[in-house]
């Protein structure tokens, strides 16, 4: 999971940097790209075999992408980069507790680990959230979007040791 949730951090938080100075283009090259490694890390931290993962993926990325087609036919692609980026924002707070809650619940009743780390790293991710509500700088919540990301995949390997790349079926 170490590598697919670093990839998908540093192409979020480089996609942000690119809205920023105006350059729709890249940016949501690089935001799709980001959300595929998303997907890929919660993937990777089920152990799903390699092939389901990237099917899940591929199918989940390409409909963001004709949604993303779809909706630049009428909007500027500054407006669509940066819409983007903000509607990400605010949905990944609600995403990563609900998309790695099985994980953590069969790590707390089946092993009896605890789930504090988890929730304190999940408070960046809300904090994010709220900042790309309240600011308009998003240099600020993509830095603290990349914290969250490198905090919650030292928070798993170190709780639950799903940090590895450890894939069943290869």
């Known amino acids: 999971m170490r590598l697919p949730m670093i990839l998908h951090s540093a192409l979020i938080f480089f996609s942000c940097v690119l809205a920023y ?9 690089l935001f799709v790209a980001g959300l595929f ?6 993937g990777v931290a089920y152990c799903i075999r390699t092939h389901l993962i990237l099917v899940y993926s591929s199918a989940s ?9 779809y909706v630049s036919w009428a909007v500027p692609l500054v407006s669509v980069a940066i819409g983007l ?8 707070a609600f995403f990563w507790p609900l998309a790695l809650l099985p994980l953590i ?25 709220l900042l790309s509500l309240v600011t308009a700088f998003m240099l600020v919540y993509a830095a603290m979007y990349l914290v969250f990301c490198v905090v919650l995949v030292w928070v798993l390997g170190r709780e639950y040791g799903v940090a590895g790349s450890n894939v069943e079926g290869d």
């Open 37 to 42: 490694f998303m997907l890929v890390a919660v």
């Open 105 to 129: 619940a069969r790590q707390y009743y089946v092993h009896g680990k605890s789930y504090s780390a988890v929730a304190s790293a999940f408070i960046l991710s809300v904090l994010a959230a």
């Open 85 to 92: 980026l903000d509607f990400f924002y605010v949905l990944q």
């Open 61 to 69: 990325t390409l409909f963001a992408v004709l949604v993303i087609l």
């Open 21 to 29: 100075l105006l350059m729709p283009l890249p940016s949501i090259v």
